[in-house]
């Protein structure tokens, strides 16, 4: 009667361990801008219990934690790259080296 008991015991904190895994990369795509919502209504779950499960509260089936895993690990968000400011002419030099142009 000990193993089943124990087999219970590591699935649970397995289980557990895993709740933290997706939320910490729900927490992540839904940082980087896609919404609870549309997560929600791609995985099929409430809006509410997702968002009441990304706050820390184990309040979604095991099967829907996997298809939310699922639909985390599929979708990408596109980042912009950080724009960097060329260090070239000023206004002022830009406006004296058109001059020559316009007035040659």
């Known amino acids: 009667m000990l193993i089943p008991y ?3 015991e590591v699935e ?3 289980m557990a361990h895993n709740n933290d895994l997706v939320r910490n990369k729900l927490i992540k795509i839904n940082n980087q ?3 609870l919502k ?3 209504l791609n995985v099929g779950v409430d809006v509410n219990d997702l968002s009441r499960f990304k706050n820390g509260m184990d309040c ?3 099967s829907d934690v996997e298809k939310l895993s699922e639909y985390l690990n599929a ?3 596109p980042q912009w790259n950080t724009v960097v400011k060329e260090s ?3 206004a002022e030099e830009k406006v004296e080296s058109t ?3 316009l007035f040659m």
Request: net charge positive.
């Open 6 to 8: 124990f087999k219970r």
């Open 12 to 14: 649970v904190i397995k």
């Open 33 to 35: 801008g896609l919404m």
């Open 38 to 40: 549309a997560i929600a």
């Open 60 to 62: 979604l089936k095991e």
């Open 75 to 77: 979708v990408v968000i």
């Open 88 to 90: 070239g002419m000023k």
């Open 99 to 101: 001059r020559e142009w």
